[in-house]
């Protein structure tokens, strides 16, 4: 009796390991897959991002130029006064107003190249610990693999030692 729930666990514990395997092996290519569209993002996404950040400071040079200009215009007393003459102060006016709405576009503009490099670091980490977890998961299908050939291997040696000869089962059926 004790043979025979020996053998039984044996050839459960290979099925098992058998099954392990299968399942890692579908979670493998799901992540191989999770992967290669990770690293398909992080390749669209990294030049979108520098383009993003030339943008951001071709628009801090131009507010620059556009501030200088503007305090340039506003040292001169004789702009200062055909603009209050001639258009009641509207033009220093508005120049403030696009100065400011300048302002509010490079904080936002910086406030999502910040956002947008967080992100890609996050991605590019994200894909690092995914490759880990893949090499430590291919390593452990191997091992479930190895683990099903040896207890496969020790229920067929111990088939062969613990099996009765046909002899015995014909002359004493009931032992």
């Known amino acids: 009796m004790v043979k025979v729930l020996v053998m039984l666990c044996l050839i459960l514990l290979a099925l098992a390991s058998v099954g392990f395997y299968l399942f890692l092996s579908e979670k493998i290519a799901l992540g191989e897959k999770q992967i290669a569209d990770g690293q398909k993002e ?4 990294g030049p979108v991002f520098e383009a ?3 943008n951001l400071e071709a628009g801090k040079r131009d507010l620059s130029d556009g501030k200088k200009e503007y305090e340039e215009a506003e040292d001169n007393i004789f702009m200062s006064w055909a603009d209050t003459l001639l258009k009641g102060g509207r033009g220093f006016r508005e120049a403030r107003e696009r100065i400011a709405e300048g302002d509010r576009q490079i ?4 406030a999502n190249v910040e956002v947008g490099e967080r992100r890609i670091n996050a991605g590019i980490l994200e894909l690092r610990l995914g490759r ?3 090499t430590l998961a291919k390593g452990l299908r ?3 693999a ?3 050939l040896f207890f496969a291997a020790v229920f067929v040696v111990f088939g062969f030692l613990w099996r009765r000869p046909l002899a015995r089962i ?6």
């Open 107 to 110: 904080a936002e503009g910086e």
């Open 52 to 54: 993003g950040k030339a």
């Open 142 to 144: 191997i091992a479930c």
């Open 146 to 148: 190895l683990w099903a």
């Open 132 to 134: 880990e977890d893949l």
């Open 170 to 175: 014909f002359m004493h059926p009931d032992a």
């Open 42 to 45: 992080i390749d669209i996404g």
